[in-house]
């Protein structure tokens, strides 16, 4: 059996589809979608990419059940649909026998190709899906797992909705950070020992026109999934510099913290920026602090941690975020050039009511302070909780208790103008 093209592997599926509605049984499909295929076009040619992709439908033919129907769903997706499925699992087994065949090297002349596909899948369940149906529920599966970085993913219907939305989104926020709409607030960081706001963490934000205001958790997933977060990032930073600058000058002497993703270490270009905003605000990179979750820097992406090193160089100070969440191995950890650990508030939420979270907060400020780095805490909610912090050495605090992010006015109205009611002031420790 040969790949089909596409109206003939779309009118097969109709077919089939039919008969198995008859017969009370399920069929699936997978979409599959090769990452950064597009960008060989130019490198090896369209005629070569075009083969590869043709020999990888030849494989799935082999791989799969002589019953199952193979075709091409555009210039770099192909798509397989599964006769008599018995359930998701049946369908998640086949995905990942199709990834096993698609992932074994393409050779091309002296080179091996290794492919990274992503696969979708979904499963015709009611009676309502239809071929077309069937297959853009596939390949919004697809999207999910391109955007989770994941190599296969289920159908799931929120998670379709959460990728619409991230349609809209991306469209959008392209023009957000080109024409506005898009802001950042301030949440100040309390310096244990010298009672002083030391820094401010940036954090974004943005009120979509239609939707209001969107989770920047959900905007960096969008952005991330689309490309678009090295040129978000640019923004953030150079908001952020020209908003610390501003600070500064009426008379709150802190540093900022900036939050970058795994997408902007590995961006080449991403040292030279960084530098162009330092130079622009004069900020002192002392004063200049880049966050990074333990995912992002334990990727070990070559250029990302000649990246980090490069910052270190020029003088900035690099921080990991959420601190106990990720994967770090300890010797990776060691080849990072840290300054700070952020210890994520899962930890520190409970830490009052629970000995054990206690006493990993302890470890991990001692761990910390051992190698040397600078121990931050979020998330500190109430006084108790930064009592018990500064009893077990603790550096810093950021949480609701010494303030919410806030807009660079209000910050600057809490923090500089009225003296009285500074935050800092009314933590610091008794003499
Ligand atoms: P994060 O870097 O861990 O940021 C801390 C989050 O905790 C912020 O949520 C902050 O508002 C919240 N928070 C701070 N203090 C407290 C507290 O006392 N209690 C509670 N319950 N929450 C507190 P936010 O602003 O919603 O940001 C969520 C995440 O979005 C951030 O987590 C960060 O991962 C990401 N993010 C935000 N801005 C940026 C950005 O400019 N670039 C990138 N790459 N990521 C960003
Ligand atoms: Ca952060
Ligand atoms: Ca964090």
Not at 59 to 80: I, K
Not at 206 to 228: C, F, K, N, S, Y
């Amino acid at each position: 059996m040969q790949a089909l093209s596409y109206p003939d592997f779309l009118q097969a599926i109709d077919g089939i589809l039919h008969e198995s509605r008859e017969g009370g049984r399920h069929c699936a499909a997978l979409v599959v979608d090769f990452e950064g295929l597009a960008d060989l076009d130019g490198v090896l040619g369209y005629a070569v990419v075009d083969d590869i992709v043709d020999h990888g439908a030849s494989r799935l033919v082999e791989a799969l059940q002589p019953s199952d129907l193979v075709g091409m769903v555009g210039r770099h997706q192909l798509a397989c649909l599964l006769h008599d499925v018995p359930g998701e699992g049946h369908a998640v087994l086949a995905a990942h026998k199709a990834l096993r065949v698609l992932t074994a090297p393409f050779v091309h002349g002296e080179r091996r190709l290794v492919l990274a596909p992503r696969i979708g899948v979904a499963l015709s369940k009611s009676s309502e899906t239809g071929a077309d149906q069937l297959l853009r529920n596939a390949n919004s599966a697809m999207r999910q797992a391109r955007l989770q970085r994941e190599p296969v993913r289920m159908f799931e219907r929120s998670a379709d909705e959460l990728l619409l939305l991230g349609i809209d989104l991306w469209s959008d926020l392209g023009g957000a950070i080109e024409d506005g709409g898009l802001f950042l607030v301030h949440q100040p960081q309390l310096d244990l020992v010298s009672g002083r706001i030391e820094a401010t963490e940036a954090l974004l934000r943005w009120t979509h026109p239609q939707r209001g205001p969107i989770r920047p958790d959900m905007m960096v997933q969008v952005a991330e999934g689309t490309g678009l977060m090295p040129r978000l990032t640019l923004w953030v930073f150079n908001t952020a510099l020209r908003q610390c600058a501003e600070y500064r000058r009426a008379g709150l002497q802190a540093g900022i913290s900036i939050n970058f993703s795994a997408d902007d270490i590995r961006d080449p270009e991403i040292v030279d920026l960084v530098a162009q905003g330092l130079d622009l605000w004069g900020i002192p990179a002392s004063e200049v602090i880049i966050e990074l979750t333990e995912t992002a820097v334990m990727e070990g992406h070559p250029g990302a941690l000649e990246a980090l090193w490069k910052f270190k160089s020029m003088g900035l100070r690099l921080s990991m975020d959420d601190f106990g969440t990720g994967y770090s191995s300890m010797a990776r950890l060691l080849q990072l050039p840290l300054d700070e650990i952020k210890i994520d508030m899962t930890f520190i939420r409970d830490m009052t009511t629970s000995p054990a979270h206690e006493r990993i907060v302890d470890s991990i400020i001692g761990l910390g302070h051992r190698l040397g780095l600078s121990v931050v805490a979020e998330g500190v909610e109430d006084a108790a909780t930064l009592e018990l912090l500064r009893s077990l050495g603790c550096d810093t605090v950021q949480g609701y208790l010494v303030g919410r992010p806030m807009p660079l006015p209000e910050l600057i109205d809490t923090l500089v103008k009225q003296p009285t009611d500074r935050p800092q002031e009314s933590l610091r420790q008794a003499p």
